[in-house]
């Protein structure tokens, strides 16, 4: 794929949210509805950005920051910021250019990219420029599971040929959620838009009279612990798991051999009324101990929130809607900016804070109310 376009930053982007009305303006309500909707009464939609902003700082002040920086660890790596972009399908619903249009932003603001198993190009095109720069961050495959073993199997040899570095399963929706904004919207893909990645067909459900075509149908066909078991011997790449949110769940799946978890509600697109992910991340930090690599989504929209999830317990941070905004708003160039946004406002944070780096970020940060459970 060549490489994209360079387009004019909107006026007037001083944070995230800015992106918002430009990215509205050039997008369908076809797709809109599909980027920003949730489950049901999106109740978890809400209650993910609400509960950044519930969180108060208590600061230090007068420590000697210099030469402070953003950098962590994680997987064996040092990253330049603890900023990654979470997996979302279908980007070219919004930009021509779509998840290539990622890439290249992420690779150059040393960002790392989780790419959805339903990206709407290929997966070695979102590779290419993240292998190409150095300074990038991680390149993982997020998965869905198909019960299909050979295909699964081949597209696992595929995700490795083409240099990712890390599988992230997705556990929490082995079927979409109540979307009523969706469904009232009417959503449905155009026919120039697929999962690239994902061909062939699915096997047609096999339902006698009577059966659902959820618990007879579709539910024996998803993941079950033997599916993680599988990976873990099919893949020698780390396995992460997205959407886990019970302790018990988690203390199973290290048993297991999995690597780590993306603690997720599924930016409330999955089961509404799950708390937000503030409300989840501690219990298991506390429970998994400070070695277990934990990455957390949902709702995260300023530098503040990505200092917070640090203080929570948090290696890194997954930005999920704001940055398909900025792809729609102006391309590769506005996903560049917003990371840079966002990185900026971590660094001010620190700053403000009396962190000079994310290992100062702890319970003790956090106004005295907001604890771990």
């Not at 809607?321 to 792809?327: D, I, M, T, W």
């Given at each position: 794929m060549s490489a994209p376009l360079i387009e004019k930053l909107p006026d007037g982007l001083a944070n995230l949210a800015d992106f918002e009305p430009h990215a509205q303006a050039r997008v369908d309500a076809n797709a809109w509805a599909y980027l920003n909707g949730g489950a049901a009464d999106e109740i978890t939609l809400r209650a993910n950005r609400a509960a950044w902003d519930a969180i108060k700082l208590h600061p230090r002040v007068l420590r000697d920051l210099s030469g402070g920086h953003t950098r962590v660890a994680l997987l064996g790596r040092e990253l330049l910021h603890p900023i990654l972009l979470a997996p979302i399908a279908y980007q070219r619903l919004f930009h021509a250019d779509g998840e290539v249009a990622i890439a290249h932003a992420a690779a150059a603001q040393g960002a790392g990219i989780v790419l959805s198993a339903q990206a709407s190009v290929p997966m070695e095109?979102?590779?290419a420029p993240m292998r190409a720069d150095p300074t990038a961050g991680p390149l993982w495959f997020q998965l869905y599971w198909r019960d299909d073993r050979d295909f699964m199997r081949a597209l696992l040899r595929r995700v490795e040929a083409a240099g990712f570095q890390a599988l992230v399963?997705?556990?929490d929706a082995p079927v979409h959620g109540a979307r009523d904004r969706e469904r009232r919207a009417g959503f449905k893909l155009p026919d120039h838009i697929r999962a690239v990645n994902l061909g062939g067909l699915k096997k047609p459900l096999d339902l006698q009279p009577g059966q659902s075509a959820l618990f007879d149908g579709l539910m024996p066909r998803a993941a079950t612990w033997r599916e993680i078991d599988w990976l873990r011997a099919e893949s020698k790449l780390p396995l992460l798991l997205k959407g886990l949110t019970h302790v018990d769940d988690a203390r199973d799946a290290l048993a297991r051999g999995v690597t780590g978890f993306v603690v997720s509600n599924h930016g409330g697109r999955a089961l509404d009324t799950l708390p937000p992910t503030t409300e989840l991340l501690p219990p298991l930090r506390v429970a998994?101990?400070?070695?277990v690599p934990l990455l957390v989504d949902g709702g995260i929209r300023r530098g503040?929130?990505?200092l917070k999830a640090i203080a929570l317990g948090a290696d890194a941070v997954l930005v999920g809607?704001?940055?398909?905004?900025?792809?729609a708003a102006s391309g590769a160039l506005g996903v560049a900016h917003a990371l840079r946004l966002l990185r900026d406002e971590l660094e001010?944070?620190?700053?403000?804070?009396?962190?000079?780096?994310?290992a100062d970020a702890g319970p003790a940060l956090l106004w005295p109310g907001t604890s771990f459970r």
């Open positions: 095109d979102v590779a399963l997705t556990v998994l101990g400070p070695d503040t929130d990505v809607r704001p940055y398909v905004h900025a792809l001010i944070a620190m700053a403000l804070s009396g962190c000079k780096t994310l």
